[in-house]
């Protein structure tokens, strides 16, 4: 099984979830688009995963290769592809399906729940996990949610917090897979440390990724459960999309 992974800044690799995927065996094809990697064809993948980064999606101008990017997503998402994108990559996964994203009200920093919605209790990935789920934040833009997805989590600062569409793709707008030394490294990036410094000020930087440490085995254990399941999703739909391609070729 092979998966592209979308990568927007070196320090946000899938940290938790690429340690599932590795002892899954699966075969990782890591783009650092910032760096100026094309994206492989879709098509000869299994699944694509998106990764956070210091950049919004609307930021198209300075980065050129985001409208490539979008379009890659949108493609293989309505192709049935199986998708999973965090942080921006939820983002970039609700611009590609047609939604608004935009600057929240306030940067979201730090350790905080969000709470799973009803129709949560009976998804695929999330079913068992907490109603109310530990998740760490750092991110400054939101989404509306795209035509015929599903609310899976929520808070009160910023209500779409996670959501599926159709069956196979999946977006989250929060970290469980980040290691305390992930964490540390994302503190140095320029955008982030403004971020960090206008939500916990100057001094509270530290303490957060204190804090952080203290709970990381909690959300990489929930991150653990939540990708298992949808690399279960995404292994069992593989032979069918083969099937389906196959007919589809001239």
């Not at 990782?28 to 000869?44: Q, S, T």
């Not at 695929?124 to 998740?135: N, Q, S, V, W």
């Not at 910023?158 to 305390?180: D, I, K, S």
């Not at 955008?191 to 990489?220: H, I, K, M, Q, W």
Request: net charge negative; glycine share 10%.
């Amino acid at each position: 099984m092979r998966t592209i992974v979308l990568q927007h800044i070196a320090c946000e690799p899938p940290g938790g979830y690429e340690d599932v995927l590795r002892e899954r065996d699966w075969e990782l094809a890591r783009v650092e688009l910032d760096e100026g990697e094309r994206i492989p064809v879709w098509r000869d993948f299994d699944a694509i995963v998106a990764m956070g980064g210091p950049m919004s999606v609307n930021d198209d101008d300075a980065f050129p290769w985001l409208a490539g990017e979008k379009k890659v997503i949108a493609d293989a998402v309505r192709s049935g592809l199986p998708f999973f994108g965090a942080c921006l990559g939820v983002q970039l996964l609700a611009a590609a399906l047609g939604a608004r994203v935009y600057s929240g009200p306030r940067a979201e920093v730090g350790l905080l729940p969000v709470v799973l919605t009803g129709a949560a209790h009976s998804d695929p990935l999330f079913a068992g996990l907490p109603d109310e789920l530990l998740t760490f934040q750092w991110h400054g833009d939101t989404f509306d949610l795209p035509q015929g997805a599903v609310l899976l989590a929520t808070s009160a600062a910023y209500p779409n917090q996670a959501f599926r569409w159709g069956t196979r793709a999946y977006g989250v707008q929060f970290h469980l897979e980040v290691f305390p030394e992930m964490a540390r490294e994302w503190g140095r990036v320029p955008e982030y440390a403004a971020s960090l410094e206008r939500t916990v000020g100057p001094d509270g930087g530290e303490r957060l990724l204190e804090d952080l440490a203290g709970r990381a085995n909690e959300l990489l254990g929930h991150a653990r459960a939540l990708f298992s399941r949808w690399l279960d999703l995404a292994e069992s739909s593989a032979g069918r999309l083969s099937r389906e391609r196959a007919r589809s070729d001239p």
